[in-house]
C-alpha cells in the first residue's frame, strides 16, 4: 500500500469490540482478564494501550519497518533509545543536533558512564576517526536543525555496520514522508512527534522505529521498566495528525519554497538556507535520499543580532514560540531557543549565530506568509 492509504488505514481495523471505524480513546488504566494469566493482548496501560498500539503500528508501517514504540515526547523517545547502551559504551553523535538532545548526551548520560564523541558528520572520514572498539551507537539527524545541513544517511549506515554499532536517524525534520532512514540502512528511527507527524502544535510526543525484532524487544523492556509512555488522548490526537501527513507535508513544501525565493536576494538578508535550492550545498544528498525537502527555512539577516532579534518581534502570521512543523508558522531565535543548551563558541561553530532566524513555514496562505515577512524585515532597518 501507498503512504497516504497506510496513514490512514495501517494499524487502524474498525475497532474489534464495537465496530468504531476510528480507533476510540481506551481511557484505562487496566484490562479485565479473563482468568489469571489470559489476557486479551492488553494488562495494563504502561505495557501496552490499543489506541496507542494503533499509532505505533502506523507510524511503523510510514516507516516502513516493522515495529514502533509512542512515548511521551521526543526526549522520552531519545532518552528511551539510550537505555539500549551501558556504562563503558561510546557514541558517535553528529555535532549538528537539537539541544534537548545535546543536554541529554552532555549532562545526564555521562552520569551513567556512556561517553560522547562530536563530529562533523558531514565528513564521513570524521565519523570513521572517531570509532572506538566501544563505540555501540552513531546518533545523526538530518536534515540538520536549524542550519538544514544534509547528513549521508546510507554512508553513516555501512560505517557504523562496518563497526558493529547501530545507526540512528532523528527523522523529526524529514518525517517519514519525505525520507525512510531505515530503507537507507538506519537500525533505529526516532520522531518528536509533537512536530510534524502530530502537526497541529496540540500535541507532546515521540516515537522509535525499527526492523529488529531483538532492538525492539529491548526497546518494549526498557520503555515499560522506565515508563515514558503517552496516554491514550495524546497518541489518539498524534494518531489523528498523521492521516493527513502527506498533504499537509506537500503543502509546507510548496509554502516553505515561496517564502525562500521571496527572501532570497533581499538587501536586508545575507543567506537563505533551504536544501530545495540548487546551490544549496546538501542539494544533492537531498536530492538522493529524500522525496522532498521540507517546511523549514533558516534566514541569516545581514545586520546580525539587533535585526534578526527585530524580525521575530515584528512579524503578525509568524508566532514567536518554540517548536516547528504545525500547521500555523512560527518564527524562532535558534541561538536563545532550540540551541540555548550550547555554548555561545559550540552554536557559532556550527554556523547558527546570533544573526539566524529559523521559520517553520505553515499552511496558512504563501502570499500572506511572505507579505508578513517582508513588512517585518522592512522594520529591521
Ligand atoms: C529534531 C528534534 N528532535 C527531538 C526533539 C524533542 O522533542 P520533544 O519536544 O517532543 O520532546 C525536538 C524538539 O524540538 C527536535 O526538534
Known sequence: MKFETLAIHAGQEPDPATGATVVPVYQTVTFTQDAIGEDRGFVYSRSGNPTRAALERCIAALEGARFGLAYASGMAAIAGTMQLLRAGDHVVVADDLYGGSHRLFSKIL????????????????????????????????????????????????????????????????????????????????????????????????????????????????????????????????????????????????????????????????????????????????????????????TIEMRDGEAAARKLCESTRLFSLAESLGGVESLIGYPFLMSHAAFSPEEKRAKGVSEAVVRLSVGLEDADDLCDDLLQAIAQCR
Open 110 to 297: 555521562p552520569n551513567f558512564g556512556v561517553r560522547f564523541s562530536y563530529v562533523d558528520a558531514t565528513r564521513p572520514a570524521a565519523i570513521e576517526e572517531a570509532f572506538e572498539p566501544a563505540t555501540r551507537l552513531l546518533w545523526i539527524e538530518s536534515p540538520t536543525n536549524p542550519m538544514l545541513r544534509l547528513i549521508d544517511v546510507a554512508t553513516c549506515a555501512e560505517i557504523a555496520r562496518r563497526h558493529g554499532a547501530w545507526l540512528v536517524v532523528d527523522n523529526t525534520f524529514a518525517t517519514p514522508f519525505l525520507q525512510n532512514p531505515i530503507a537507507l540502512g538506519a537500525h533505529v528511527v526516532v520522531h518528536s512527534t509533537t512536530k510534524y507527524l502530530g502537526g497541529h502544535s496540540d500535541v507532546i510526543g515521540g516515537a522509535v522505529v525499527v526492523d529488529d525484532a531483538a532492538l525492539f524487544e529491548s526497546l518494549c523492556f526498557a520503555q515499560n521498566t522506565t515508563g515514558g509512555v503517552p496516554g491514550p488522548w495524546d497518541a489518539w490526537l498524534t494518531l489523528r495528525g498523521t492521516k493527513t501527513l502527506a498533504v499537509r507535508m506537500r503543502q509546507h513544501e510548496v509554502n516553505a519554497r515561496r517564502v525562500a525565493e521571496a527572501l532570497r536576494g533581499n538587501a536586508q538578508i545575507a543567506a537563505v538556507h533551504y536544501p530545495g535550492f540548487a546551490d544549496h550545498p546538501s542539494h544533492e544528498i537531498a536530492r538522493r535520499q529524500m522525496r522532498g525537502f521540507g517546511g523549514i527555512v
